[in-house]
């Protein structure tokens, strides 16, 4: 509120020295009406306009506000004395109306300066709480990221026993698929080998019955 009030002080004083060459270049009587008129100035917050004739018309009006300053007049001087008279006028009422604002607002200053002192233990007590979790949560993520190495390096063990289990499965399934293929052939065999034994006794009793017939046939002659 300071630096605003020295601003206001300093635009008081701008207008107030312009205002006073503008009267002095009055008293001195060779002052520039159409290079005033023409001013940023003055343009700033003021449109003055002509309307042509044998004696033309000067008038001002506010930019803001769309009304007229003072009164048309054939005289340039008369309507920018006007406008500046005008421009002062709004100046120290704009000035009025901040240091009114400047009076309200300096009491609630007051109160908020008064709350910084409790907000700032507020924050000191809340940055070192927050400080504390930070370090439980930092001490939480440790203890976390171990338990997952941890837990990583035993599924890497798992992995690798399943791995294991995995490929010694596949060799018994293959020992298994020739074992069932041997067990086939040997059962094919087998069966070959009863057709064979069939065949066998059967010529066996072939021949035995033939050995009796023969023995038989050769009885008569031993005795």
Do not use: H
């Not at 920018?80 to 604002?101: I, T, Y």
């Amino acid at each position: 509120m300071n630096s605003f009030g020295k601003i206001l002080v300093v635009f008081t004083t701008a207008c107030s020295l312009g205002f006073a060459a503008f009267t002095l270049s009055l008293v001195s009587g060779g002052p520039n009406w159409k290079g005033e008129a023409e001013s940023a100035e003055l343009t700033n917050d003021f449109l003055i306009t002509s309307v042509a004739g044998e004696k033309p018309m000067y008038s001002a009006k506010n930019r803001k506000t769309d009304q007229g300053v003072g009164t048309q007049s054939t005289l340039l001087a008369e309507v920018v004395v006007g406008a500046r008279k005008q421009q002062v006028a709004d100046a120290k009422e704009k000035e009025s109306e901040l240091n009114k604002e400047i009076a309200r607002i300096k009491p609630l200053i007051d109160e908020m300066r008064a709350l910084i002192p409790p907000d700032q233990a507020g924050l000191v007590v809340r940055a070192q709480m927050l400080d504390k979790i930070l370090t439980q949560l930092s001490e939480q993520i440790q203890a976390t990221t171990q338990g997952i190495a941890s837990k990583a390096a035993a599924i890497q063990v798992i992995q690798k026993t399943t791995q294991e289990r995995r490929e010694e499965a596949l060799r018994l399934k293959n020992q298994l698929e020739l074992m069932r293929t041997d067990l086939y052939v040997a059962q094919a065999q087998q069966k070959l080998l009863e057709v064979e034994l069939v065949r066998v006794e059967e010529n066996l009793k072939r021949l035995e019955r033939r050995g009796e017939q023969l023995q038989k046939q050769v009885e008569p002659y031993d005795k």
